[in-house]
């Protein structure tokens, strides 16, 4: 099943194009306000009946400082008293939800995010987590995450959230080079980093990713380099290395960025490339997308048994539960409903103070959505495609379903992106760098979207 990742720069100039990340299909952009709480309502009454077990996400959105590269739904203050109102919504929120499910249905994944979940003070993160505790059915063992920031914890904040049932840690760092850190506002050093990965390690945290972004002002591919072997020795269960998409007229922190300092994208390339290859020696694998484990970890494993999964929250184990979003902006996964909570802090809270829901947006899906969503997903996750499998999970005849697709996967086979047999397709070594563009190919909505609000495929 594991396939080495291959190289190919000719490839990877004729298709790296703007596109969907696919975290969902279709993707946010396609959301629209006809969707609201009545529909939410229908869809959790559905997972209650069917017992479905369930994802939570919890967003956070606050900071005390900003990163000019950040492109999350955030609250930028010092100033820690308000989160207590939020928290207090937060807690109406969950209420209101858990009244809909039956504590019977299992937890299977909690992740919070933001913003910097640590923000909040560990009185408020202890009150959060007996509150989700009451109302949800936490079952021990679940995969329990949190996003940290390396400058705003230390070894009891680690205790803490060890202690409150956290098993797995996200940390951000993005790049150790002082001169790339000052360009973007972050300044952290590697011993912040190495004290927080050493504090999960003895406290036995299941897992410890790193975030790293390649593309930022002031990198070079030798910096970035240097900077990805400091993080190699710290030796995380799993790397994340995203692309800078640098879209300023959309994120109004990004204007603080200076294009000029920007790489080139010949050298983004290098870097991705030197990346890749660092990644490889040092016993990574190339999970997907900008993912990377190493093989014992288990979406590596995952991987290597065809049940990868991927949503909202990335690449996943879980993507058969029904995942539930909380906090401002937050996207819910229900059945066949997509729905999104209001993306404005003021309204969000103004909604829940009402005791209503804050769903504000929404899709969904049809029968053709979810089958081309399934195409996309085992593309993402596995690299490959079976039609009759498909086919046979969806009661359509896949000959004909399919037909409509192959011409342009023809022409991928011939570009080397693809292997087509009968039934199916394998995605070639060479077309995993650019599997976002293999999935447009079963995307209706693209690329009639406008290209401007995606990152490039590499």
Request: proline content about 4%; hydrophobic content about 40%.
């Amino acid at each position: 099943m594991h396939h080495a990742i291959q190289w190919d720069a000719e490839l990877i100039r004729r298709y790296d194009q703007p596109g969907p990340r696919y975290t969902s299909y279709p993707t946010a952009v396609q959301f629209d306000s006809q969707i609201g709480t009545f529909d939410l309502l229908h869809a959790l009454r559905d997972s209650r009946r069917a017992l479905r077990p369930l994802s939570l996400y919890l967003h956070l959105p606050f900071c005390a400082n900003v990163c000019y590269y950040c492109a999350c739904n955030k609250v930028i203050t010092k100033d820690r008293g308000r989160a207590q109102p939020y928290l207090e919504c937060l807690e109406a929120e969950i209420r209101l939800i858990a009244c809909h499910l039956d504590p019977r249905q299992p937890v299977e994944q909690l992740h919070l995010g933001g913003g910097t979940p640590t923000f909040l003070s560990h009185s408020q993160l202890r009150a959060l987590m007996s509150s989700l505790r009451k109302h949800f059915n936490l079952r021990d063992g679940g995969d329990y995450s949190i996003e940290l920031d390396p400058r705003e914890a230390d070894w009891s904040s680690m205790g803490l959230l060890r202690e409150l049932g956290f098993n797995r840690v996200s940390l951000g760092v993005q790049d150790l080079d002082p001169a790339v850190q000052r360009a973007v506002n972050r300044l952290q050093s590697l011993e912040q980093t190495r004290a927080l990965v050493d504090a999960a390690h003895t406290l036995q945290f299941r897992s410890v990713n790193i975030d790293l972004i390649y593309g930022l002002p002031k990198q070079t591919v030798t910096g970035f380099a240097h900077t990805l072997g400091q993080v190699i020795e710290l030796q995380p269960d799993r790397l994340s290395l995203f692309n800078y998409a640098h879209l300023p007229e959309r994120f109004m922190p990004q204007r603080r960025i200076d294009p000029a300092e920007l790489p080139s994208a010949a050298n983004k390339l290098l870097m991705l490339q030197g990346s890749i290859a660092q990644l490889g020696a040092a016993g990574y694998r190339h999970i997907g997308m900008d993912h990377f484990a190493l093989a014992d970890d288990e979406l590596a494993v995952a991987q290597e048994e065809s049940r990868l999964q991927r949503n909202f929250q990335g690449y996943t184990t879980h993507g058969h539960c029904d995942l539930i979003g909380l906090g401002v902006s937050a996207i819910s996964h229900v059945g066949g409903l997509y729905s999104q909570n209001e993306t404005d802090l003021t309204a969000y809270q103004g909604a829940l103070s009402r005791q209503q829901l804050a769903t504000q947006r929404g899709y969904r899906c049809s029968l053709d959505d979810r089958v081309r969503g399934t195409v996309i997903q085992h593309l993402m996750c596995n690299f490959a495609v079976e039609w009759r499998a498909i086919g046979e999970a969806f009661g359509i005849d896949w000959h004909t379903y399919f037909a409509v697709f192959q011409p342009r996967l023809r022409e991928m086979a011939s570009d080397g992106l693809v292997v087509l047999h009968g039934d199916g397709l394998q995605v070639t070594p060479a077309g995993r760098l650019l599997v976002r563009a293999i999935c447009g190919v079963f995307d209706a909505f693209w690329p009639a979207q406008d290209s401007r609000r995606f990152s490039r495929v590499i």
